[in-house]
T-cell receptor, first 116, second 114 residues
Framework: GAVVSQHPSWVICKSGTSVKIECRSL??????MFWYRQFPKQSLMLMAT?????????EQGVEKDKFLINHASLTLSTLTVTSAHPEDSSFYIC????????????FGSGTRLTVV | AQSVAQPEDQVNVAEGNPLTVKCTYS??????LFWYVQYPNRGLQFLLK??????LVKGSYGFEAEFNKSQTSFHLKKPSALVSDSALYFC????????????FGTGTRLLVSP
């Protein structure tokens, strides 16, 4: 099936700095990428949906100025956590629809962000 | 709005015994239902989906799920559990609006004891 490569797997940053997470579709073109956030022992909450060449669509309650999403090409979507704070520490996962599987979705391996 | 509910935070089962992880759904129109498994600090792995057709869906790693329209349920099952099945399991439904995102349940932790 289709593969989404997500980097980095984990990152530790200082409060106030920015962190960029990349998701690349390796063998297909992803016009849409979903960005989820997962708190410890909790479910995945959709943060935003990115679309190639246009502005991302953010879910209610998600700060678009804090979580910058860019989908500049059909194979790359990035999430930048700006001015990170300890409460932004979480597990972030991207996902795209799998074009090879009817109604299929493929997920990145996730990024563990720790803000100290 | 489409939603799924997983009533159990954790399910404990002994190795070799059958397992069931419960999921109920609430949708407008036909449900497109999924099961995923997550191992620690990893992304989600697809197990199976129901779109249409047979109510019994067979998936990866010996898992199956039964779609029950009258009970609005989509329970995940396996005849004989393995210790390696211990993980976090998510039921999900595809949204019918917008970008057709997946909406996830709260997850059920499966613990299989030796």
């Amino acid at each position: 099936g289709a593969v989404v490569s997500q980097h980095p797997s984990w990152v530790i940053c200082k409060s106030g700095t920015s962190v960029k997470i990349e998701c690349r579709s390796l063998d297909f073109q992803a016009t849409t990428m979903f960005w989820y956030r997962q708190f410890p022992k909790q479910s995945l909450m959709l943060m935003a949906t990115s679309n190639e060449g246009s502005k991302a669509t953010y879910e209610q309650g998600v700060e678009k100025d804090k979580f910058l999403i860019n989908h500049a090409s059909l194979t790359l979507s990035t999430l930048t956590v700006t001015s990170a704070h300890p409460e932004d520490s979480s597990f972030y996962i991207c996902s795209a629809r799998d074009p090879g599987v009817s109604y299929g979705y493929t997920f990145g391996s996730g990024t563990r962000l720790t803000v100290v | 709005a489409q939603s799924v509910a997983q009533p159990e935070d954790q399910v404990n089962v002994a190795e070799g015994n059958p397992l069931t992880v419960k999921c109920t759904y609430s949708v407008s129109g036909n449900p497109y239902l999924f099961w995923y498994v997550q191992y620690p600090n990893r992304g989600l792995q697809f197990l199976l989906k129901y779109i249409t057709g047979d109510n019994l869906v067979k998936g990866s790693y010996g898992f199956e799920a039964e779609f029950n329209k009258s009970q609005t349920s989509f329970h995940l099952k396996k005849p004989s559990a393995l210790v390696s099945d211990s993980a976090l399991y998510f039921c999900a439904v595809r949204d019918i609006t917008g970008f057709q995102k997946l909406v996830f349940g709260t997850g059920t932790r499966l613990l299989v004891s030796p």
